[in-house]
């Protein structure tokens, strides 16, 4: 059974770091491309970031380039975002997702979801 397990959501000022993870089970990690997407009250599901399965091949959404850096650890079966200089339109449900063996920005290529991390930033 794949599980996918964010973390690191909270409450920050505009301008602060956060910090998310994703612990996976249930799958071979290396073989799965991994990607970070949002949802904010009454919107659908955005995408933010993603990697390959090598973690060489990144791609995010115009509006976090500079600020968020998505990595992943095939050894511990992790993947984080990192998001810096957090605005308030960045406030968000966080979901991290695994695809296998595709690099893709849909959600709807992607078969697993973790159940999600809030994420506020006040202004």
């Known amino acids: 059974q794949v599980q996918l397990v964010e973390s690191g959501g909270g409450l920050v000022q505009a301008g602060g770091s956060l910090r998310l993870s994703c612990a996976a089970s249930?799958?071979?990690?290396?073989?799965?491309?991994m990607g970070w997407f949002r949802q904010a009250p009454g919107k659908e599901h955005e995408f933010v970031a993603r990697?390959?399965?090598?973690?060489?091949?990144?791609a995010y959404t115009d509006s976090v380039t500079g600020r968020f850096t998505i990595s992943r650890n095939n050894a511990k079966n992790t993947v984080d975002l990192q998001m810096n200089s957090l605005k308030p339109e960045d406030t968000a449900v966080y979901y991290c997702?695994?695809?296998?063996?595709?690099?893709?920005?849909?959600?709807?290529?992607?078969?697993?979801w973790g159940q999600g991390t809030q994420v506020t930033v006040s202004s």
């Open positions: 997702a695994a695809v296998q063996a595709r690099l893709t920005i849909d959600p709807t290529d992607y078969s697993y």
């Open positions: 249930g799958l071979t990690f290396k073989f799965y491309a």
């Open positions: 990697i390959g399965g090598n973690g060489l091949n990144t």
